[in-house]
């Protein structure tokens, strides 16, 4: 937790007028019992009314000024805390942002989500309480003890014993729970798992009619979930019966014995409920102490794994990169001995190598798991090379910074992914300054125009999140539209025209021949004939190239995309390509 103080930074008045405002209350509440012991002795024992009266005013005073008190306290530490948790909100975001795909393929995306929102929150309620409470309590018990010494200071002995074994009982329970709440801060991690999966699958759970088995296993989890807080909730629930325990044994001993010293003359009676009093209030601040540790506990498991998300360093960065000058005349892209793997496993490409220059079209074909999108994904370096290198315009990926070299690039990923918004706002993420005759024309070569001009609203149509108003056809041609409006110099088609009929598939790809001609195009498909016309077919099986060339001479030459071509199509169609 102490790691994340900085986040305090911009509210250090706030953190400090919050515990001294909360000082300022315990001091008048410690007032109180010295007003008591004297309306009772004097004023009760005398039958002095006016003493009476003028004593409760000075009570009601402490009590305005308490609660005023309280309020401002209250008001500074909740503002310090909300300014804390987004600060720190922020700056986690601004961290995840930073990460490879490597990093967040790693961690996953609920883990994220549960520690950006369920864990912040937590921390920031920890940061209020903390600074509502931990100068309160601790100055109230000390506070009591003491004035409880000028009364007698033989009955402050049963204070001495009382506070240290309710210490020990609050020490005993915080290390008990504290691997609790770790636990259960895990399994909200898999519970938010579980509730993304459901959310994003629904329509393949309901045509398998696999709800059943999904609400079996989202029970199991919550069940899971729910041991664990009860196991956890019970420790906890120990604490305020064990304090009261003691608290009440301890009020007991003092009547006992505080009874014999009223009888003797050592103490008035004063004094008496005034000992009483301060024990109740050594209680409440002892429970309050406890409550905050609980607190505080579930804030510090929370600041564990927010930190331990801060700890992650990007395996892919383009720290100290300069913009870079292209060597005329390279390569658009070439791969140069290229092998790579994810986490250390088995390689997912390996040795690969051929380069493509402006103006041409490689296809990438394989089976699934072949290595297609990871090829791809390695030229705007979402991932780095394991071994060797790969160049676009002659310079090694590495040595770009981030924004220039995917300024180059124009990326249709796999899964079509729009943004909430509207169709024009989701076009202006290829080009901020695009004119509407740019969208049009993006839209255009993309075989988008046409159902968007019969939708009333034109551009300006609503896109749900993750364009879920739209079919998978029309979501894959506005993201064509969207990479093809920036006129990229190297634009990546990854397995975009899946959703879209034949006729369109090939009317697209004429479309984007003459559009951005000057282009190095790669076309990942699972078709055959939507990388026929390519001026080169790169086939990879298991990670390896073992065919480069066109449609024609593989077909004779490689077993495995013969395979594919027939699998796809009559020998003479494939023959005929």
Not at 37 to 63: H, P, Q, S, V
Not at 179 to 185: E, R, S
Not at 380 to 385: E, K, L, N, S, V
Not at 544 to 555: A, E, M, Q
Request: glycine share 8%.
């Amino acid at each position: 937790m102490f790691k994340l103080i900085k986040y305090l930074k911009g509210y250090t008045v706030q953190s400090i007028i919050a515990p001294l405002f909360k000082f300022l209350e315990a001091t008048f509440e410690l007032i109180v019992p010295v007003v008591m012991a004297k309306i009772i002795d004097i004023g009760i024992k005398n039958g002095d009314r006016d003493y009476i009266y003028k004593m409760g005013f000075i009570l009601i005073l402490l009590g305005i000024f308490g609660l005023a008190a309280s309020i401002t306290a209250q008001y500074f530490a909740a503002k310090a805390s909300v300014g804390f948790g987004t600060a720190l909100r922020r700056d986690f975001y601004r961290h995840l942002n930073t990460l490879s795909h490597a990093e967040t393929d790693k961690i996953g995306a609920p883990t994220m989500i549960t520690r950006i929102t369920n864990d912040i929150n937590q921390a920031q309620t920890g940061v209020n309480m903390f600074l509502r409470l931990f100068l309160r309590s601790p100055f109230i018990v000390i506070g009591s003890i003491i004035m409880c010494l000028t009364v007698s200071v033989r009955l402050t002995l049963i204070f001495a014993v009382a506070a240290p074994v309710i210490g020990l009982i609050i020490y005993l329970i915080m290390t008990s729970t504290i691997p609790g709440y770790k636990k259960i801060q895990g399994r909200l991690d898999k519970v938010s798992l579980l509730t993304r999966e459901n959310l994003s699958g629904v329509r393949v759970i309901r045509a398998f009619s696999k709800q059943k088995k999904e609400k079996e296993d989202f029970e199991a989890e919550t069940e899971g979930l729910l041991k664990a807080q009860v196991r956890v909730g019970r420790i906890s629930a120990l604490l305020n019966p064990l304090t009261f325990a003691v608290v009440n044994l301890a009020i007991a001993a003092i009547l006992w014995f505080g009874g014999i010293h009223v009888d003797t003359g050592d103490i008035t009676q004063g004094e008496l409920i005034a000992l009483v009093n301060y024990m109740n209030q050594i209680l409440l601040a002892l429970i309050y102490l406890a409550n905050l540790i609980i607190i505080l506990t579930k804030a510090g498991a929370s600041a564990a794994r927010i930190n331990d998300i801060f700890a992650v360093k990007p395996s892919v960065t383009d720290e100290g990169n300069r913009e870079r000058t292209e060597v005329t005349g390279a390569p658009a892209v070439e791969f140069k001995n290229v092998t790579f793997a994810y986490h250390k496993d088995k390689p997912s490409l390996e040795n690969v190598s051929f380069s493509i220059n402006p103006g041409e079209t490689i296809g990438i074909i394989g089976g699934t798991g072949s290595g297609k999108t990871t090829l791809v994904n390695l030229i705007p370096r979402f991932y780095d090379t394991a071994q060797g290198e790969v160049l676009v315009d002659g310079v090694n990926v590495k040595e770009y910074p981030f924004a220039q070299l995917r300024g180059k690039i124009g990326i249709v990923p796999q899964r079509a992914s729009l943004f909430k918004g509207t169709i024009r706002s989701n076009l202006l993420w290829g080009k901020k300054d695009a004119s509407e005759e740019e969208m049009w024309q993006a839209l255009e070569t993309a075989q988008a125009a046409e159902f968007v001009r019969k939708i009333p609203e034109g551009l300006d149509a609503r896109v749900e999140q993750g364009g879920r108003n739209f079919s998978g056809g029309q979501r894959q041609r506005l993201t064509i539209a969207r990479a093809v409006i920036m006129k990229p110099h190297i634009l990546i088609l990854d397995d975009s025209a899946s959703a879209l009929d034949f006729a369109t598939d090939a009317a697209l790809r004429k479309a984007l021949a003459e559009d951005i001609s000057g282009a190095a195009v790669f076309i990942v498909s699972q078709r055959a004939s939507g990388i026929k016309q390519a001026d080169r077919i790169i086939v990879l099986d298991d990670g390896k190239p073992v065919g480069i060339g066109v449609h024609k001479k593989l077909f004779d030459s490689c077993q495995i995309y013969r395979e594919i071509c027939l699998s796809q199509m009559s020998e003479q169609e494939a023959q005929n390509g």
